[in-house]
């Protein structure tokens, strides 16, 4: 059992940064390819990025590529997510996934954290 655990939101205006953190426990928790999936009011669950548990090639979606950036350290259990030049578009909760059962950009993720708030004002 993976515990996944977000943190890291908040209000930000357009063009700002914020870096999100996923914090997953369990002892084979490093061993898992992990996600970030975000859902914005009114709209169905997307992929934004993910990671395999190498650390090494990263797959993002096309609207977020350039701007976000997922990194992990498999020492700590942590994945971060670095997002920078914010767009209102971006305003969505985020989501944390472990443990890949399909693609990476497939929401077919055994562990699933609470989501975190993140709003980017115009």
């Known amino acids: 059992q993976v515990h996944v655990v977000e943190s890291g939101g908040g209000l930000v205006q357009a063009g700002g940064s914020l870096r999100l953190s996923c914090a997953a426990s369990?002892?084979?928790?490093?061993?898992?390819?992990m996600g970030w999936f975000r859902q914005a009011p009114g709209k169905e669950r997307e992929f934004v990025t993910a990671?395999?548990?190498?650390?090494?090639?990263?797959y993002s979606a096309d609207s977020v590529k350039g701007r976000f950036t997922i990194s992990r350290d498999n020492a700590e259990n942590t994945v971060y997510l670095q997002m920078n030049s914010l767009k209102p578009e971006d305003t969505a909760v985020y989501y944390c996934?472990?443990?890949?059962?399909?693609?990476?950009?497939?929401?077919?993720?055994?562990?699933w954290g609470q989501g975190t708030q993140v709003t980017v004002s115009s």
């Open positions: 996934a472990a443990g890949s059962r399909g693609r990476l950009w497939e929401d077919k993720y055994d562990y």
């Open positions: 369990g002892s084979t928790a490093s061993s898992y390819a």
């Open positions: 990671i395999g548990w190498s650390g090494v090639s990263p």
